[in-house]
């Protein structure tokens, strides 16, 4: 390490370069961390100093696991709002220090970047003039590269490859890009300073990216014809990045100009080669990494026809001017968000469905599911289309009927006002598919809903939510409900809180919704193998019936190893922990199958706290 | 220029009973037919008059343009064919995608425009060669004294004219790894600046907006311009004083100055490797402009504030900022030197203004906005049109634009003015202050723009400089017949020359107004026609193959001024004459 020596010494460099002197003299990690630590604990500086002054905030950035200083650091002092700008930024140099005199007494947020390194933010809190020093420890990031490859061997380029991190919500694997690059004239792509993590890679051919292109026409002849390539981007307060094309654009825009329906189309390919998104391989990249030979093959797939007809449920017969659309994750049957392939079905170019109520679509390889409509009725076809035509699929339609029900509590409520709950049926397609509708119950309770057959979940918001963790509308909690919880949710004697509600037809029996009032808490501390305190370990409490992703609860250990989670539905669970997960890892079922016999069997009661002492496996 | 380009043969056999048309795309370099190339033919015209070039500056719609092209994939052997052709005017291209440059019927180079052809009914089109010119790469590293630099934006970038200027423009962008490696492909041949710097793709949200690569396949004039964030670095020094610095781009092999930046001249299908860029140069200390936006004397906030370079460099970086609730504003991240000042509501006020910023903060500038000025005018029709009719001046529309127009400036106003009522007036409304171009749209082939006159000052020759709403309406008088130019382009063996370029060069009094230059290019049978020319004198040049708009350089114009020959423009007339087309040095 490199300390220069400073010429602008105030009294509170003497104490910081008698630091430094210790940590430079040192090459053993343990010692540097140690010695960060038992200067974040040491009193102020200066007894005398009256509580509301000015104190600094002062540190160095190593790589994690050795003292290597590490210069090029971004150190941002950040106040409680992550969205305000940062209070103060700095760059470290070659000797990894970083220092921010006169910070007002508060709580701050250190949060540190460097290319090829990341840390996790750091909280600190300045008062009483006292200066707070820091040890930045950064994990190295790691690399995955290779090579994208078309049907004959030969190199594609200009592919957009991207590494998505993988997560699961409510059940289902959920990628999210984190980072994309695109492949050159060779066919290689490298993703870089990807945190360490589970990622899979998916390689877009240009061809897939925003559907076919609107533009037709011949070439522009002549100059006088500005126009935006490549739109996008804008000119906002907060940045700027605006591209427009210069020189004359003949002939710039020959490429992709076609209305004939292509046969073939590209669709994005995950490694090793699906275009299933649920069937990718997890690459796990550790720090400091570099995963090479991660090679895609990208082939355009031939769309096939899926024909049937559309029958009304009413009348058993074939469906006269039925509709027909595609149910698109996300999103309430029937609606479209627009776009390219916002399901609209094709049939070339022809109309999908005759007035006969016979249809032929053409739909892409991949798992589909179909609306068909008729008169007042609804219905639905689930299929996957491999490498052939799909013929004879049936799709009933069948109007919706009533559902009468009521919301009762547990325990007496003074003057209780349920009107604006909602309560909405979630149809299980496959995909997650929003209810379009809602009902608002009546004063005393009870209410009515409207349904068709098939398999649902039950949404009760603001108590009960179908996809937790989604955006969802916001509803207000009831006066006097502030702890009120879905016990249970019955229809005649069957369990549907914990099942699936299978609708066959109209039904006599009732829905009735049970608000629990009082519900149990789960506390405890968690220990190392070695019977130390596990600070800041991760917690999650998974209920027995895993489906239930509503009642997943997580804590982070305290200092002394102590959690405590509020507000769980009583009930059987197991309790988890980990010094180091990946945030989200405990709703997937592989990780936690593996772990399984780890977790601590926990029985959570009406109104009592359930205390468990949790050891970590070494 | 590579010769093999001039080997594109067209046969025009008369007879429908010939046999079908060997029609192939090959490989320039090596002569091999290509195999899964697409080619594609437009209809450019129904069935018009014989090949006449549409002037250049007019916005002229294809009458075919809602057709669809024909479209044809070639074969093993290089051939394709396209049957059922309508009679027409018609442009062939042929593309194939991962490193070939486009090929067009006619080109003299490899990034050289085509011309169209007529297809005639009952006409066969044989033996038609259409040359694909395999593209280059450049590729390096940029590294720093630490070591290599990732996720730096390198940019190709290629000399072009515009408006008479010399300047670069970005062709491709690309962004180093982690080992500072960049790889620029499916590059035309040609020559090559290559710059690197840092780039943002986030806002102060840590929202991407973008990864700052562009890549698309290769074009022969698609190329771009870019306006980004500067990315600032700051340090707290020990005295508590904070320095702000940024990076700003350096050019191959690691100079600041484009000046000094070597060029690299790609041949096609070469790689040019090693060009490897040290960033070892040009971190500068920044500046912050701070200061007050009012409206009617009243602070705004939530105005968007840009700084807008005045340089010529085609990818600006554009420090921002906003106004808080007081309407005051701090921008950082600026690089001495001379800006446009820009601010904007929401809704729609816009004020600038012009400074310098030297080696200090710029403190207590005050950017007042407005709605825009509300500006008159008036179109007057001068003669009538040589059909004998009236010109339709209903479909007349005035147009501003910026000048100079620099990537990242508000809009200029309305894009365009509305229908002129009967009597020729106009009005724009919300026209911000500032200098401007004006020009009109729909002006029929042969009419042209006389004069325009804003009170005594001739905004032709001048330009329009808004400071608030004029007192005088803009008077644009449009000549309905002017003078035209026909002729021929030949070689020195007095042979036709087809796809040469015809300028007309307004006189040396007048080089400087760019409305007054007119070029084309010479059909199939070496025959041009220029129409709508301003009465006076001019310049007329004919050359095989020249860079666009090189021809408003007044070096280049003075350095072939002997292969010029005058000619004298009047009123209603069309002048013939013969040029010799200079070849190409």
């Known amino acids: ?618 | 220029m590579n010769v093999a380009h001039l080997a594109v043969v067209a046969l025009l056999a008369q007879t429908s009973s010939a046999p079908q048309p060997p029609a192939t795309v090959i490989h320039s370099g090596t002569g091999q037919p290509l195999p899964g190339a697409r080619v594609q033919l437009f209809r450019v015209r129904a069935q018009g008059p014989q090949s006449t070039a549409p002037p250049v500056g007019r916005d002229n719609q294809p009458p075919g343009f809602d057709e669809v092209p024909h479209s044809a994939t070639t074969a093993q052997d290089g051939r394709f064919v396209f049957d059922q052709v309508k009679p027409g005017e018609y442009r062939l291209v042929a593309t194939r995608s991962g490193g070939y440059v486009p090929g067009e019927y006619g080109q003299r180079s490899a990034t050289g425009l085509g011309i169209s052809f007529e297809l005639s009914a009952g006409q066969q089109m044989r033996n038609v060669q259409l040359l694909l010119t395999p593209t280059a790469a450049i590729s390096g590293r940029v590294y720093d004294r630490e070591g290599p630099v990732g996720k730096l934006q390198v940019q190709a970038l290629k000399p072009v004219y515009r408006d008479g200027q010399r300047m670069l423009t970005i062709v491709q962008s690309v962004q180093t790894d982690d080992r500072g490696e960049y790889r620029l492909f499916w590059l035309p041949p040609g020559s090559y600046y290559i710059t690197a710097r840092p780039f943002t793709g986030r806002d102060a949200n840590q929202t991407i907006i973008s990864s700052g690569v562009h890549i698309s396949e290769p074009l022969r004039v698609g190329t771009f311009e870019q306006a980004s964030s500067p990315v600032i670095t700051s340090r707290t020094l020990s005295s508590g004083e904070v320095m702000e610095e940024t990076q700003v781009p350096v050019y191959y092999p690691g100079r600041t100055d484009v000046g000094a930046a070597t060029r690299i001249d790609l041949r096609s299908g070469s790689s040019a490797d090693g060009v490897d860029i040290a960033l070892t140069t040009g971190v500068v200390r920044t500046r912050r402009i701070r200061g007050v936006v009012l409206a009617n004397g009243q602070p705004v906030a939530a105005a968007g504030l840009t700084a807008i370079p005045r340089t010529g460099d085609p990818s600006l970086l554009i420090p921002s900022g906003q106004t808080t609730a007081d309407g005051s504003f701090d921008i950082a991240g600026v690089v001495p030197g001379a800006y446009f000042v820009f601010a904007r509501t929401n809704p729609g006020m816009t004020g600038g203004l012009a400074l310098q910023v030297g080696d200090a903060d710029v403190d207590n500038l005050v950017i007042p906005v407005t709605s825009g000025a509300r500006v008159t005018g008036r179109f007057v029709i001068d003669g009538r049109a040589r059909s004998g009719g009236d010109l339709d001046m209903a479909v007349l529309r005035a147009t501003l634009r910026r000048d100079p127009d620099v990537i990242g400036m508000p809009q200029a106003g309305p894009t365009f003015s509305p229908p002129p009522a009967p009597d020729g007036s106009f009005e724009l409304q919300g026209v911000p202050p500032g200098d401007f171009r004006v020009s009109v749209r729909a002006l029929p082939p042969d009419a042209y723009i006389k004069s325009m006159r804003l009170g005594g000052v001739d905004v032709l020759d001048g330009g329009l400089h808004i400071a608030g709403a004029p007192r005088d309406t803009l008077e644009i008088v449009i000549g309905a017949n002017g003078g035209g130019l026909t002729g021929t382009a030949v070689n020195a063996r007095q042979e036709p020359v087809s796809n040469a370029t015809v300028v007309v060069v307004p006189g040396p009094a007048d080089r400087h107004r760019i409305d007054l230059y007119r070029s084309t290019t010479t059909d199939n049978a070496g025959r041009f026609h220029i129409r709508g020319l301003a009465g006076g004198r001019y310049a007329a040049f004919a050359w095989t193959a020249i860079e666009a708009g090189a021809w408003m350089d007044p070096e280049i114009v003075r350095s072939y001024e002997s292969h010029a020959k005058s000619i004298a423009i009047r009123d209603g007339n069309d002048e013939t004459i013969q040029l010799t087309a200079i070849a190409a040095r």
């Open chain 1, 1 to 618: 390490m490199n300390h220069k020596p400073r010429s602008n010494h105030k009294a509170g460099w003497i104490c910081w370069l008698d630091w430094l002197r210790l940590v430079g003299v040192s090459c053993c990690v343990d010692v540097l961390v140690l010695a960060g630590a038992a200067l974040l604990a040491a009193p102020a500086q200066n007894a005398q100093t009256p509580p509301g002054s000015s104190g600094a905030i002062r540190g160095i950035v190593v790589r994690a696991g050795t003292a290597e200083a590490l210069a090029k650091a971004v150190v941002d002092l950040r106040g409680d709002d992550d969205r305000l700008p940062a209070i103060g930024s700095t760059t470290t140099e070659t000797d990894g220090r970083f220092l921010f005199p006169n910070v007002r007494p508060g709580t701050y947020r250190l949060i540190v970047t460097r290319p090829g390194d990341v840390s996790r933010p750091i909280d600190v809190t300045v008062s009483g003039g006292r200066t707070e020093d820091l040890a930045v420890a950064m994990t190295a990031t790691g690399a995955i590269a290779g090579r994208v490859y078309g049907q004959n061997g030969e190199p594609l380029g200009n592919v957009e490859v991207s590494a998505l991190k993988s997560s699961y919500q409510n059940g289902h694997r959920v990628l999210t890009a984190v980072q994309s690059v695109r492949t050159n004239d060779r066919g290689e792509y490298r993703l870089f300073w990807l945190s360490p993590g589970r990622y899979a890679v998916r390689a877009t051919h240009p061809d897939a990216e925003a559907g076919p292109m609107a533009m037709i026409g011949p070439p522009r002849i002549g100059g006088g014809y500005r126009f935006q390539i490549m739109a996008g981007g804008g000119l906002g307060p907060n940045g700027v990045f605006e591209i427009r094309s210069t020189g004359d654009p003949v002939l710039a825009d020959t490429f992709g100009v076609g209305i004939d329906t292509p046969a073939e189309r590209f669709l994005p390919v995950y490694f090793p080669g699906t275009t299933d998104d649920q069937t990718a391989t997890a690459i796990d990249l550790r720090a400091g990494a570099d995963i090479g030979a991660i090679d895609v093959p990208v082939a355009p797939v031939r769309a096939r026809h899926v024909r049937g007809v559309v029958i009304n449920g009413a009348t058993g017969q074939v469906a006269q001017y039925a509709g027909l659309s595609e149910v698109q994750a996300g999103i309430p049957p029937g609606r479209s968000i627009g776009g390219p392939d916002s399901g609209r079905l094709s049939n070339n170019g022809l109309n999908p469905i005759d007035p006969d109520g016979s249809f032929d679509v053409t739909l892409l390889p991949g798992r589909h599911t179909l609306m068909g409509t008729a008169g007042t009725g609804v219905g639905f076809v689930s299929l996957e289309v491999r490498d052939a035509d799909l013929d004879g699929a049936r799709i009933v339609a069948v109007p919706a009927f009533n559902i009468t029900g009521r919301i009762v509590t547990d325990a007496p409520v003074e003057r209780p006002d349920l009107t604006n709950v909602r309560i909405s049926l979630w149809r299980d397609l496959g995909v997650p598919t929003p209810s379009s509708s809602y009902s608002l119950p009546r004063a005393d309770g009870t209410f009515v809903v409207s349904a068709g057959p098939g398999d649902y979940q039950v949404s009760l918001l603001p108590f009960l939510s179908v996809a937790p963790g989604t955006s969802e509308f916001v509803v207000p909690v009831p006066k006097g409900f502030e702890q009120a919880y879905v016990k249970s949710i019955r229809l005649g004697d069957v369990d549907v809180l914990n099942a699936r509600l299978r609708l066959e037809g109209a039904t006599a029996s009732a829905l009735e919704i049970v608000l629990g009032m009082n519900p149990g808490a789960v506390e405890g501390t968690v220990v190392n193998g070695t019977q130390a305190n596990a600070a800041g370990a991760t917690v999650a409490l998974l209920p027995n019936v895993r489906g239930r992703f509503d009642l997943v609860r997580t804590a982070t250990a305290d200092a002394s190893g102590r959690f405590r989670m509020d507000h769980v539905a009583p009930g059987q669970y197991k309790l988890f922990g980990w010094n180091e997960v990946v945030d989200g890892d405990w709703l997937d079922p592989d990780f936690t199958g593996a772990s399984e016999n780890r977790g601590v069997p926990i029985q959570v009661e009406d109104a009592m706290t359930s205390r468990v002492r949790l050891a970590l496996a070494p």
